[in-house]
């Protein structure tokens, strides 16, 4: 089983900054994307970045040119920088995974337990 452990949210003024990390852990032969959903109260689970083991990272359209996202293959850690931070930015942030458990399974997708990103204005 994989598991995601997420740290990093908090309250934060507009303006500021953040840097969210999510750490795989557990039988993992493989993994293929790791990104960043969030959800508002009321609203849809909606994508927030996500990058691939190799190839181009992908962005939702609010956020672009604010966050960055980054991985560390070796530690199968993702990264969300979060920069001009906004109150519409307010969310649980999931980490979010597609990995490989061993050389016999297929890839699943495995989800974070979320954590609370509040931006006061």
């Known amino acids: 089983q994989v598991k995601l452990v997420e740290s990093g949210g908090g309250l934060v003024q507009a303006g500021g900054s953040l840097r969210l990390s999510c750490a795989a852990s557990?039988?993992?032969?493989?993994?293929?994307?790791m990104g960043w959903y969030r959800q508002a109260p009321g609203n849809e689970r909606e994508l927030v970045a996500r990058?691939?083991?190799?190839?181009?990272?992908q962005y939702a359209d609010s956020v672009k040119g604010r966050f960055t996202i980054s991985r560390d293959n070796a530690k199968n850690t993702v990264y969300l920088q979060m920069n001009n931070l906004k109150p519409e930015d307010t969310a649980v942030y999931y980490c979010?995974?597609?990995?490989?458990?061993?050389?016999?399974?297929?890839?699943?997708?495995?989800w974070g337990q979320g954590t609370q990103v509040t931006v006061s204005s």
């Open positions: 990058i691939p083991s190799a190839g181009n990272t």
């Open positions: 557990g039988s993992i032969f493989s993994i293929s994307l």
């Open positions: 979010y995974t597609n990995a490989r458990p061993d050389i016999g399974r297929g890839y699943y997708n495995y």
